[in-house]
């Protein structure tokens, strides 16, 4: 195998959204030298997308919030399965890292007083998301982009060299985390423009890569979400936890086709915008479960009042939890009450004045004209249900992001598991890369130079040699039979979105979660055979080719957990099991990679690649419980956790 | 309007050369000009190089030339196009080409390293940050940008002059000048810096004739033109005939 070049790093961050971005910030200002490495071009990271805002109780707009009411509304919304420390932590230093972005030049919407605005919205109990109209991602991703110039023309003016201390590999993917015995050391890439191999020797590495949308039909997610950082992790050897919580944000675009689950944000609602049925009912009212029943308007008129004075009026329905939304616009949908492109009527435009529209809701108002040839000024939006986050990640530290049985690989962001339980509130995630990504790159950076600083990992020669002939295998990829044709990466792709949208999707049941077991057992075989035309310069059907690996894995671990847990819960419905079952709320799915070696020989359906786990969570801390009155525990807590 | 057969012709081809290449695909009611293409790589040319992320208009990625104008791919709705007409696909001409569609864009990261950084203000922490909306407006509708590059590959003053690359930063980076010089809390001037003379001398202002070709391409509808290009020179020529803010700032920088 011919030399592949190396180069020596610090800390390696494998993604550039929110959470790496955050992340190499940090292990640089510890002193860190840090190499960021992304698939696509600085600054194009699917954290752009994100629109609504940065969840954080400043309590600029109502003073009542503070962290205990943002972590109240956590646990509520991800139905008590979050890892109870990260969503304390994330919810105490939110602020800190709202207010931390103005000092790097971010421009945030202004209250009357000149702070940080903030907005309403889903599971939320006070208006708490620092916003930007609706284009909220940009305005991090951009801010934190021109802080890591800053930060490099630093470096120029000290070293001359801006990338002396901190380098971005743009449109450069990671296909596996070296390993020197069980500590990580360093990274197997390729660049996309060459097809060129490199890899980056580190004993640190921060997986911040997002997520898995991209295994499903309708998702909002771009191209880069193909589950990589779950892979990565999975094959270094580190488990996964909870796969089976997969976020159906209740609305996406659904016509025309083309767009077809592109998000509709949920400002659209926080602003004002009400959900009807083809019968021009508000239906949300007729889908308050239990649990949520005290908090929410019971009549249209105290939803509609709650706007103006929300602290004598409980607010509208449409309002609840995603997981909640999603399920009832489905129903509707079923039952026959639905729009004519098969989803639901999300109106704003009998709500506000035009102008106010446009002011506070620009980009959708935008892509409806552009891509729908809708005014949603003076007509509803139809929408539907659409693949948008996995709740479920690399199973992680609370406190360093370091993630389980394996030394020196950490996970930020939509890749690691745990902070949000069963289903994330809108606005946590951009609060979530912030917190958790400033914690993974410290605690990388901490470790770097920490004790076995002078002992550092070696990277072994033949896991290169391995990874490199992996990389090649699409190039020289054969049919069934010698000589026939290799599978194509494009239809492999569209096989298995489709698989995941119509078996393991939005509803869930046991045959067809076993079917698209056996169908994802297929696709393996088949995706091995798959091959590519042309070379290796920026070719997509090669990148596309390798990323079916990590779909793969992927989607098995969230069908495999799914057909385990037998009770419906946050991102996780099972027609079968309709009910939330507090047994569950303990119990945490573990996969891991069958072969410890990484190997990914096993095809068969049963078996498959992934063994499953289920491991009892640690109590809730007493104070935090104590955060919530006693008949609301009952509906979520185990008898014996109750009395302990 | 059901489906159709388009007929496209795509520029394919590296640094070395390459040229239009003929295609018949499907076009389906409602799509944009990046299925095609996706289509064209499932079906026809698995290995067409093309760059997106968030096919929403929202990431700047697919950017390319559509019969000429630059444009998102994402954002051009195949209904603009008769049935009949050629559509004809070609990587941002201002930038040397990587590979069919992909140009390499490393001209504006090189220039973003240019333009010094928000300073912020001494003695004012994180969370005591106080402005008015209307002194964020102009800034923030600046900050809408999504580093699409179609201002850049547009601007003449670039466009098929590669010897003025490297003094002319391009609309999108004076603009960025512009969004700095217009934050309300930039305390670049108290730190030495001054970015009405830096765009002036160091970002190439003086090449821009406001002839709004940006303005034009731009798919954030930004005003480009009138309102960051045409204040930051006006502000510019303030500074440099103005004597006494020219004595002050020397009086300043004498002291740091």
Request: negative net charge.
């Amino acid at each position: 195998m011919a030399e592949v070049e190396r180069q020596q790093w610090d800390v390696v961050v494998v993604g550039a959204g929110g959470a790496g971005l955050r992340a190499a910030i940090e292990a640089r200002e510890q002193g860190a030298r840090t190499a960021v490495i992304c698939k696509s071009l600085f600054g194009k990271a699917h954290t752009v997308m994100a629109e609504g805002g940065i969840a954080a109780s400043m309590g600029n707009v109502n003073s009542g919030d503070n962290w205990q009411v943002h972590f109240r509304d956590t646990l509520r919304g991800g139905k008590f399965l979050n890892q109870w420390r990260m969503a304390e932590l994330h919810a105490r230093e939110a602020p800190d890292r709202v207010w931390e972005l103005e000092t790097w030049g971010a421009l945030f919407d202004r209250t009357p007083d000149g702070r940080i605005s903030q907005r309403n919205f889903g599971g939320h109990e006070y208006p708490r998301l620092a916003h930007v109209g609706d284009r909220t991602g940009l305005e991090l991703i951009r801010t934190l982009q021109q802080k890591i110039v800053s930060l490099q023309q630093e470096d120029f003016r000290e070293h001359g060299d801006y990338e002396a201390r901190l380098k971005v590999f743009q449109e450069c993917t990671v296909t596996r985390v070296l390993k020197d015995g069980d500590r990580v050391s360093g990274t197997f890439c390729y660049d996309r423009e060459s097809g060129r191999f490199f890899v980056l020797e580190a004993p640190a590495v921060v997986l911040a890569t997002g997520g898995i949308g991209k295994s499903f039909k309708v998702t909002s997610n771009s191209w880069e979400y193909t589950g990589d950082g779950h892979a990565l992790a999975l094959l270094a050897g580190a488990p996964l936890l909870n796969m089976e919580f997969v976020q159906f944000h209740p609305t996406g675009m659904v016509w025309p086709p083309s767009v077809k689950g592109i998000l509709v944000t949920e400002s659209v609602r926080g602003d004002g915008g009400v959900l009807r049925n083809s019968e021009g009912k508000r239906f949300m009212f007729d889908y308050v479960p239990d649990v949520f029943k005290a908090k929410y308007a019971q009549s249209e008129e105290e939803g509609d009042r709650w706007y103006d004075d929300p602290d004598h009026n409980r607010r509208p329905p449409e309002l609840l939890p995603r997981d909640e939304v999603a399920r009832a616009i489905n129903a509707e949908v079923k039952a026959g009450r639905g729009s004519p492109h098969g989803g639901v009527f999300l109106d704003v435009s009998t709500r506000m004045p035009a102008e106010v529209i446009k002011r506070r809701l620009p980009s959708m108002y935008h892509q409806f004209k552009e891509l729908a040839d809708v005014d949603i000024t003076a007509e509803a939006m139809e929408v539907g249900p659409t693949c948008h986050y996995v709740m479920g990640g690399i199973a992680v530290d609370s406190d360093t992001a370091a993630a389980r049985e394996v030394t020196g690989l950490y996970a930020a962001g939509e890749v690691a598991g745990g902070m949000h339980g069963s289903n994330r509130l809108g606005g946590n995630s951009l609060s979530d890369l912030l917190v958790f990504g400033r914690r993974a790159g410290l605690h990388a950076a901490r470790y770097a130079a920490g004790p076995g600083a002078d002992d550092r990992p070696r990277v072994d020669e033949v896991q290169v040699d391995t990874a490199a002939a992996e990389a090649l295998r699409p190039f020289s990829a054969e049919g069934p039979e010698d000589g026939s044709t290799p599978e194509n990466p494009y239809t492999l792709h569209q096989e298995l979105q489709q698989t995941m949208n119509d078996l393991v999707g939005i509803i869930r049941r046991e045959a067809e979660m076993a079917q698209a077991l056996e169908k994802l057992a297929e696709l393996r075989v088949r995706a091995r055979r798959a091959g590519v035309e042309g070379h290796r310069q920026f070719n997509p059907g090669w990148h596309l080719a390798l990323d079916l690996r990590n779909m793969l894995l992927v989607s098995e671990c969230v069908a495999r957990a799914a057909l385990e847990r037998t009770e419906s819960r946050g991102g996780h419905t099972r027609e079968d099991h309709p009910a939330m079952d507090r047994e569950w709320r303990r119990a945490n799915l573990l996969c891991r990679l069958a072969d410890p070696t990484g190997g990914l020989a096993a095809t068969d359906a049963v078996r498959g690649q992934i063994d499953l786990v289920r491991v009892t969570t640690e109590p809730i801390r007493p104070d935090l419980l104590a955060l919530f009155e006693k008949e609301e525990l009952v509906k979520y807590l185990a008898e014996e956790e109750l009395y302990e | 309007m059901s489906s159709y057969e388009a007929r496209f012709k795509v520029w394919r081809g590296d640094s070395a050369g390459g040229g239009l290449e003929d295609f018949a695909i499907e076009v389906n009611e409602g799509e944009v000009v990046l299925d095609i293409i996706h289509r064209l790589q499932a079906t026809q040319a698995p290995d067409l190089a093309v760059r997106w992320n968030c096919k929403a208009g929202k990431c700047g990625s697919c950017s390319a030339e559509i019969n000429g104008r630059p444009r998102l791919m994402c954002m051009t709705r195949m209904s603009v196009f008769g049935p009949e007409e050629v559509v004809t696909v070609t990587p941002l001409r201002a930038f040397p080409v990587v590979r069919d569609l992909v140009t390499d864009v490393g001209f504006n990261y090189a220039k973003a390293r240019e333009v010094p950084a928000f300073v912020p203000p001494e003695g004012l922490g994180a969370g005591e940050y106080r402005m008015q909306q209307v002194d964020v407006d102009r800034s923030q509708e600046f900050r809408k940008c999504i580093e699409c590059f179609l201002c850049q590959d547009t601007c003449h003053v670039v466009r098929d002059h590669e010897e003025n690359k490297g003094a002319f930063a391009g609309p999108r980076f004076l603009m960025r000048v512009a969004e700095l010089d217009m934050h309300p809390l930039d305390a670049a001037a108290d730190s030495g810096i001054d970015r009405k003379r830096a765009a002036q001398d160091e970002h190439g202002l003086g090449y821009c004739n406001i002839t709004k070709c940006c303005t034009e391409v731009c798919p954030e509808g930004i005003k480009i033109t009138d309102n960051a290009l045409i204040p930051l020179k006006e502000r510019a020529v303030d500074r440099k005939y103005d004597p006494l803010v020219w004595l002050g700032s020397r009086i300043r920088r004498r002291g740091k």
